[in-house]
């Protein structure tokens, strides 16, 4: 429906027309490769998604993705890519997220919570992609189903800065904050802040009321 507040956007973003457009474009592709898309989703340029078969990739309410340079601070430098990587994976994302050039990769799972705000060019991955054994990555399929597989889980109003990577097994706690260019092989407890590759703890976040903002 257009409200009175979409034609003043019209006049005072150029892109606003072409992003309505590619809204439906985007929620009619998903419908037919297993990607849920509820609400109002926001997008700026064009993501991937990718699902194997009896898989699903889920984002809840008011999600906000950015794949293209131009409307984020730091660029990015791919657009948001989501993929399931084998059968009955899943990745799972709540309300109100925020991501700029995000990739989500799960073999198993990937579950994040309600308004988790993702940096640029961020990687999250359930997987190690390829073997250990050197023997078995010169072979293509048993390279892949050898890789050591751990579920993701990312609670709720956590904030991971640009270029951070979340590796498999990792669970992090509601509220944490994840520094820029940190790389986390372990959990992270609620509140903490962690930076540095392995990442570790540099502070704690104080919890401020919402009704008090």
Known sequence: MITFRN???????????????????????????????????????????????KSLISIGKNAYLISRSRDTALGVGHC????????????SIGNDFRASGVTVCAMASVLIGDRVVIGADVVIADTDFHAIAPG??????????EARVLPVQIGSDVFIGCRAVILKGALIGHGAVIGAGSVVT????????????????????????????
Not at 24 to 31: E, V
Not at 136 to 145: E, G, M, P
């Open 7 to 53: 034609l003043i956007q019209f006049s005072r973003y150029p892109c606003f027309l072409s992003d309505l457009l590619l809204y439906g474009a985007i929620k009619l592709r998903a419908f037919g490769i297993r990607v849920r898309i509820d609400g109002q989703a926001r997008f700026r340029g064009w993501p991937i998604f990718s699902t194997y078969p």
């Open 80 to 91: 948001c890519i989501f993929r399931t990587l084998r059968n009955g994976a899943r990745i």
């Open 136 to 145: 078995v990555r010169c072979f293509q399929d048993a390279d892949s189903n």
């Open 186 to 213: 372990r959990n992270v407890a609620p509140f903490e802040i962690v930076a540095g590759n392995p990442a570790r703890v540099v502070g704690t976040v104080k919890p401020v009321p919402l009704s008090t903002l």
